[in-house]
């Protein structure tokens, strides 16, 4: 819910604070899992998704994610 509070909404605010620093003190960029089932905004918990749709989210979202770092 950090970085996608509601479906397609991305924020990067505080993930980009994070990425200026490592880039800033000349450190790699390192990341972590991209969902964890402990963490899920509740739009995908409450969804009532299909297998479909779930895998199509899913997809959407680390792609967005890792896409937007990729090379840092």
Same mark, same amino acid.
């Given at each position: 819910?950090?970085?996608?509070?509601?479906?397609?909404?991305?924020?990067?605010?505080?993930?980009?604070?994070?990425?200026?620093? =490592?880039? /800033?003190?000349?450190?790699? $960029?390192?990341? !972590?899992?991209?969902?964890?089932?402990?963490?899920?905004?509740?739009?995908?918990?409450?969804?009532?998704?299909? =297998?479909? /749709?779930?895998?199509?989210? $899913?997809?959407? !979202?680390?792609?967005?994610?890792?896409?937007?770092?990729?090379?840092?």
């Amino acid at each position: 819910d950090a970085t996608e509070p509601s479906r397609g909404d991305f924020t990067f605010q505080n993930a980009d604070v994070i990425a200026q620093l =490592a880039k /800033t003190d000349g450190q790699l $960029l390192r990341g !972590h899992n991209c969902v964890w089932h402990e963490q899920l905004p509740s739009w995908v918990s409450s969804g009532n998704f299909n =297998a479909a /749709t779930l895998s199509s989210i $899913l997809t959407t !979202h680390c792609s967005t994610l890792v896409g937007r770092y990729k090379g840092q």
